[in-house]
């Protein structure tokens, strides 16, 4: 029903914002993603929006991208992840995470996210599987590269990258790379970098 929003950024206070649009204030809660990329108050402003309507209220949710809004509808499909588990994960992880722990099927990282355990997470991986992640440059298909990428993210992790860069150096390694050829053309990509 309302699918975006342009107004003025009246205030903040996350996970909720006040937005001014032609004399009516709209409350919306958005994700942390969104929240960093936020104008200063009195500027203005425009979110895509989701409108959900429940029985006990009618909540209105931002998204500064249409990816981070198309996760949300997604998360929020799945039976037993309400809109506030969906805010989280989308807060607690960027897209590029997400695709990723959804690619190499990792629950482990999903379960790093306030709220998420074990058996959500495992729901949230086999749900999304195939939705989500457009696999980014690896072959969810193929167990022996999923297992491949899993063991090359951990080396590069353990080596003192940080997650964002061992994330991106994995993108740029061929899936049919072994642990070891793995490892050599991440840190390779990662020392030009």
Known sequence: ???????????????????????????????????????????????????????????????GTETEREAFRALIKISGVGSRTALAVLSGMSMNELAQAIALQESARLTQVPGIGKKTAERLLLELKGKLAPDLGLVAGKPQARE???EILQALLALGYSEKEALLAITQIPSDSNVSDGIRLGLKYLSKT
């Open 1 to 63: 029903m309302i699918g975006r929003i342009q107004g003025t950024l009246v205030s903040v206070h996350p996970p909720r914002l006040l937005v001014d649009c032609q004399g009516v204030g709209y409350e919306i809660d958005v994700p942390m993603s969104t929240l960093y990329q936020l104008p200063e108050v009195n500027q203005k402003i425009t979110l895509l929006t989701h409108f959900q309507v429940r029985e006990d209220a009618q909540q209105l949710f931002g998204f």
């Open 148 to 150: 491949a990428s899993s």
